[in-house]
């Protein structure tokens, strides 16, 4: 009860029934599944190269190919896409990136018309599995009052992107100024314990029991609860929000001072401390530097720093390392890099 009422209070007010869970996928699913018993249908939005889970409905609406190279062909009829909004490489790059509003509630609007209103739109608030990739400016706002006109629900997942990791807001949904109706989240919540939770209002809560009732065998034990609540305690007491402000900008100013050296970094995403080195073979196609991208990985690995690729093209460095990271870490990550991109992979 505690853990619920502290994740409750970091949340606006009107979000204020808790589920304990046990992963990121067991939140996301069990967020679908109080959209659509709430509104009594199951089609779903989903945006596109996203990553949500692996129960069948958080996979359902991941549509990340480098997390399933069939995610688009197999995806279940109930489920649509709309762009990704990527300003970099996407569709609409730039200033372009406007659009990506008005096209997404063009096609919400075109589903109810054509009796498939939505369910819920889900999205993560800041585009984490493209790299890092702040949403353009007004692009929830937009999309989620088209789903709430059509009797919908808006999903935030902040599984990747909450607990203050982005260093300006606590959660990613505040970048954009909006609220949602159901809020996901996990990873950081129990740093390392298995530790989840989907947050919502009570009557979409209340809606579920038409279901039968929820039940999470582990979730919210006391043990999850204690690790659940140390970790808030230290992210306060710490200021690791702060901390991930002050080193996230400064180790993006490093690798944006690498970029300037290094033609094979084509752009440096992110906030915080999520972070994304995207490599192109030539900045201006903006050809993915794929192979290079996993080379320069294990090359890292041998230097003792550990990054994975991200993105459906593989050449984007994911770069979220513990919120507790130094300036002088940060400095050993940007000296290594430089190494790998001076003298080879």
């Known amino acids: 009860m505690e853990l619920s009422e502290r994740l409750a209070g970091l949340l606006p007010e009107e979000l204020d029934t808790v589920f304990l869970v046990n992963s990121g996928s067991e939140a996301v699913d069990l967020a679908l599944r109080l959209a659509w018993a709430a509104t009594g249908r199951q089609d779903t939005v989903a945006v596109e190269e996203a990553y949500h889970g692996w129960t069948y409905a ?86 989620y009052d088209a789903t709430r006109a059509v009797g919908g629900l808006c999903i935030a997942d902040e599984v990747q992107v909450g607990y203050g990791r982005l260093g300006t807001h606590f959660w990613g949904f505040e970048q954009q100024g909006v609220v949602p109706d159901i809020v996901t989240m996990a990873k950081a919540m129990g740093n390392g314990h298995p530790l989840g939770a989907v947050i919502t209002r009570r009557e979409i809560a209340d809606a579920y029991r038409t279901q039968g009732y929820f039940f999470s065998s582990a979730g919210g034990s006391p043990v999850s609860s204690v690790v659940g609540l140390t970790v ?110 001076t003298n080879g992979w």
């Open 58 to 143: 958080s996979d359902a609406v991941s549509t990340s190919i480098a997390d399933n190279p069939n995610a688009l062909s197999s995806r279940p009829s109930w489920v649509h896409t709309v762009a990704a909004p990527n300003s970099y490489r996407g569709r609409r790059r730039g200033a372009e990136a406007r659009r990506y509003a008005p096209e997404a509630v063009a096609r919400i609007t075109e589903l109810a018309e054509q009796g498939h209103p939505p369910a819920a739109f889900i999205s993560e608030p800041f585009y984490g599995n493209a790299g890092g990739i702040p949403l353009p400016d007004g692009y929830l706002r937009q999309v």
């Open 232 to 341: 808030l305690d230290v992210l306060r007491d710490e200021r690791l929000q702060d901390n991930a402000l002050e080193v996230g900008g400064y180790l993006k100013q490093r690798l944006e001072e690498l970029a300037a050296r290094h033609p094979l970094i084509g752009a440096v995403h992110g906030s915080g401390l999520y972070l994304g080195v995207e490599f192109v073979r030539d900045r201006e196609t903006l050809e993915p530097a794929t192979e290079e991208t996993a080379a320069i990985c294990d090359r890292l690995r041998e230097l003792g720093v550990i990054v994975q690729p991200t993105s459906d093209r593989q050449c984007v460095l994911k770069i979220k390392p513990p919120m507790c990271l130094t300036r002088q870490s940060a400095d050993v990550f940007a000296a290594a890099l430089d190494d790998v991109l």
